[in-house]
């Protein structure tokens, strides 16, 4: 059950290197010549904690489909040197049919990678590139590969160009000439040439970018946040992008600040969001708080990382569920989603935007470094793409006009009621963290306090939210049922396990809080078999839906703390081999 | 200031909302809300042009005492609150209501930058050197051998923090202290503070009847600022460490960079999107 592993058609190959030899540079011009010859591809990177000059690699894969994770293993490793890559080796699987390339002139192999019984080439890298003015090894390398690889040339000058223009001609002419040096000296006859597709319009976009591009899709027009690693690109782009947009990003001195700056600007009428990672979630749950009491609509995009505590900053996990779900204290009914992909962070943080602004309420979107530092090439998002229809209601309701009896928590059948924007004669009220009568006044009286909570929770879980809830794939006796950035590996294994004759269903979650109970059980259905897939130590979301009779008593957990990402072969092998009922 | 900001004349009371203060009997609070609404008034601010955010704690009861906008938020967080809605929201009279414990313990981070970011806010801190709320606790102000507390039954052992020296050193460029025995002389103050384009800190002594009726006293210690206002941060600092806590008035002004944000849009989000496109 390897996954297919021919070139033709697409392939899968990391790149490595210690600090600055260029690896993910060369990645990220072979995924923009991938792009501009027609395939589709995604670019996760690995590094360790290291502030500069560290080692890091580079993993492509590319194909004629949307490619939403990166497969089992690694067709090609492109070593431009062997400093410290026995750090990565646990996260580059190779095996009898990969292809490590290496420089004539490097130092040996690390055992480490040959103990796999890849094959080996060495190629002349150093000497080509010695032989150009300011000659680059990785740019040489870059050539070759892609000329191994099928990719037309000038899908990869493109490529260079769109990725090293900003540097100026000091660096994009010596790189040109590199890769052209590379390109011809490569012994293309030894790898069967792809057939691309011609070029069509499609996006080369992160998951940070996309977080940022769905937040001002959605109206987001402030944002204050502290950094954090791996959510600081969401911030860096839209720090400037705002701007252009008539709003901006506030630098806060820290999460807590954060948080309650963008309560007071969308008290004041702007739609407003900060992103972060765990240990600035933990921070702000209690701003967050504030916020579901006194309705003001607010985003969260949490771009999760190992954890717990400062953990492992640099990489993945799915470990932030229970603080989303349960963070908060008291009773404080909150929306949860998460993104299902590179793609789905553009939809599933502007569809978040809306519901926040519509139930005027707290929404936290959970992405995660994998989703967040990959980078794919992806068709452009339609207009909307699940939630349709909704959209044209999906703004905050403000009070219009001058009403000296408005009262801004008072309860309605929806239980959304008109919020007064400051200037609004007539409208005056004090938002109120403190439980509150409907006028706002501050009360602990046991009346208000049930009325506050019905009204606060009926908002949410009495709300139509369409088909957005889950995507679900395929059909079959089989059920994956998975969250957020797990749904990649997991719709990959659902594929291929119908392939091979395993009629498998997927089911990926993204509106994870209020659970969509009912149409989650007509959808799970009568399955034989159900496997809950994430990746982290304890089940989270397994023991979530079990909490809320969700699953059935047959239902299994496959949970597996990151930071190694999950592959669909182990996914397709924990459904299987423990079913017992198929042999793969 | 913004011409839409300017209301018809307003009384002092047209600005008290009708909800009753919890504030206890005699307490310093009740004169910073009247000097507030009548500062209000004699700058004629329209009701719906005014926020005031508070966090928590006595005096952070102020917002819903006073009939503009308010937003009533957590301990120590009412600077952010307050921030956020000025740069979004810059057409607003934005100020600020708290203690001293909420302004200077657990949000004391939040003081020393907002006095750094120097945006367009009002900061109030009604400074009784005690938690009032949670009855009659040691604050970052209380004189270090004050032992009436249960916490701290050997007095706090600590300087106390010193709010004007602080903000000075901090970067506000508005720093004045006000008394609430002294309603006009606060008034004046608060008219100023609320003009001045920048973060301005006001340090009012209200006294707390309840947990420190020694403050009763205060009356007798307060008297002017024997300084004209100055401009310069190194005879401000002189002036103000070697000042017994006591001086009344405006004690440094300062014109500096305001923050705020430009808000004219150039571009949509479908002009952003065309950077993706390969």
């Known amino acids: 059950m390897t996954e297919r592993s021919t070139l033709a058609g697409g392939a899968t190959l990391a790149i490595t290197g210690s600090g600055g030899s260029g690896a993910v540079t060369a ?40 490619i939403e994770c990166m497969g089992d293993r690694f067709d090609l490793l492109v070593g431009l040197d062997w400093e410290n890559v026995a750090r990565f080796a646990d996260e580059l699987p190779l095996d009898r049919n990969s292809l490590i390339l290496t420089d004539a002139q490097a130092e040996p192999i690390p055992e480490i990678l040959l103990r796999s019984g890849a094959q080996v ?9 010695d032989a150009e003015t300011e000659g680059r090894v990785n740019m040489v390398a870059l050539g070759m590969v892609g000329a191994m690889l099928g990719l037309p040339l000038d899908a990869l000058e493109s490529g260079a160009r769109a990725t090293l223009g900003g540097k100026g001609g000091r660096v994009l002419t010596p790189s040109l000439d590199c890769i052209r040096s590379g390109y011809a000296a490569a012994d293309a006859a030894s790898v069967p040439p792809s057939a691309f597709a011609p070029p069509v319009a499609r996006w080369n976009i992160s998951g940070n970018e996309a977080a940022g591009l769905g937040a001002v899709r959605g109206g987001v027009r402030f944002v204050a946040a502290y950094p954090i690693t791996p959510a600081s690109e969401v911030l860096e782009w839209l720090a400037p992008r705002l701007e252009l947009l008539g709003g901006s990003l506030l630098q806060a001195e820290d999460e807590l600040a954060s948080i309650n700056m ?22 702000m749950v209690e701003g967050l708080g504030l916020a579901v009491a006194s309705e003001t609509p607010v985003v969260v995009v949490n771009v999760q990382r190992g954890g717990p505590s400062t953990g492992i900053p640099t990489k993945s996990e799915q470990s932030d569920l229970n603080i989303a779900l349960y963070g908060l204290h008291g009773d404080a009914p909150h929306l949860v989603l998460a993104a299902l992909g590179i793609r789905d962070c553009i939809d599933t943080v502007e569809w978040a935007v809306g519901l926040a602004e519509h139930l005027q309420t707290v929404a936290i979107v959970l992405s995660d470094q994998i989703l967040g530092q990959s980078r794919a090439i992806i068709d452009p998002p339609g207009d909307r793409a699940f939630g349709a229809g909704e959209r044209a209601h999906l703004h905050r309701l403000i009070a219009q006009d001058a009403d000296p009896d408005h009262r801004r928590y008072r309860p309605m059948s929806d239980g959304v009621s008109p919020m007064a924007l400051p200037g609004l004669p007539g409208g005056m009220y004090t938002a109120e963290g403190l439980e509150h009568g409907p006028g706002g006044a501050p009360s602990s009286r046991a009346i208000d306090h049930a009325e506050q909570l019905e009204k606060r929770l009926h908002k949410l879980t009495g709300f139509d939210y369409g088909p957005g809830w889950a995507e679900i794939r395929g059909e079959g006796d089989h059920l994956l049922l998975t969250w957020g950035s797990s749904a990649g590996p997991v719709f990959e294994a659902a594929e291929r396990l119908r392939a091979s004759g395993v009629p498998t269903r997927a089911i990926a979650l993204r509106l994870l809080a209020p659970l969509q109970r009912e149409a989650l059980l007509e959808a799970i259905g009568s399955a034989g078999s159900i496997l809950v897939v994430e990746q982290n130590q304890t089940a989270q979301c397994f023991a979530y839906l079990h909490s809320q009779q969700a699953l059935p008593r047959h239902a299994r957990s496959y949970a597996r703390p990151g930071p190694l990402p999950l592959r669909p072969a182990e996914i397709m092998r924990a459904l299987t081999d423990r079913d017992g009922r198929e042999e793969i | 200031m913004d011409a839409a900001n300017i209301a018809p004349t307003l009384r002092a009371k047209d600005y008290k909302s009708d909800v009753a203060p919890v504030w206890c009997p005699g307490c310093g609070h009740f004169a910073v809300l009247s000097a507030v609404t009548k500062a209000l008034a004699h700058l004629r601010l329209a009701k719906e042009r005014v926020a005031m955010i508070s966090g928590i704690g006595c005096s952070s009861r102020l917002p819903a005492y006073v009939d503009a906008y308010g937003f009533h938020g957590i301990h120590g967080r009412a600077l952010p ?38 945006m367009d806010l009002t900061y109030i801190v009604m400074d009784n050197e005690v938690y009032g709320m949670t009855k009659g606790q040691a604050s970052p102000t209380t004189q270090p051998d004050w032992a009436k507390s249960k916490l701290t039954p050997h007095g706090t052992g600590m300087r106390p923090f010193l709010p004007t020296a602080i903000a000075l050193a901090a970067g506000a460029s508005f720093i004045a202290r006000g008394f609430a025995g002294d309603p006009t002389g606060l008034t004046k103050l608060l008219v100023e503070a609320i003009e001045h384009p920048g973060f301005a800190f006001l340090q009012v002594l209200s006294p707390c009847q309840t947990f420190r009726p020694e403050q009763k006293e205060w009356k007798h210690l307060v008297h002017p600022s024997d300084m004209a206002p100055t401009d310069d941060p190194v005879e401000a600092a002189r002036f103000i460490q070697a000042d017994d806590g006591m001086a009344l008035g405006l004690l440094y002004v300062r014109r500096l960079p305001v923050w705020q944000p430009q ?11 065309r950077e993706f496109a390969l």
């Open chain 1, 27 to 66: 990645g990220l011009i072979l995924l923009a010549a991938v792009g501009r010859a027609g395939d589709y591809g995604l670019l996760g990177r690995s590094a360790g904690p290291q502030i500069r000059g560290g080692e890091s690699a580079a993993m492509l894969r590319f194909g004629p489909q949307p």
């Open chain 1, 121 to 129: 080439r060495s190629l002349p890298w150093k000497a080509l590139a």
């Open chain 1, 262 to 283: 963008i309560i007071g600007s969308s008290f004041g009428g702007v739609p407003s969001l900060t992103a972060t990672s765990g240990p600035g979630l933990s921070l």
């Open chain 2, 263 to 273: 808000n004219q849009p150039t571009a949509t989000p479908a002009d952003l999107e």
């Open chain 2, 81 to 118: 609150i307050a921030s956020g809605l000025k740069a979004a929201r810059p057409d607003l009279t934005v100020i600020v209501a708290g203690g001293d414990g909420d302004g200077f313990s657990i949000g004391g981070n939040h003081f020393l930058h907002a006095c750094r970011r120097n």
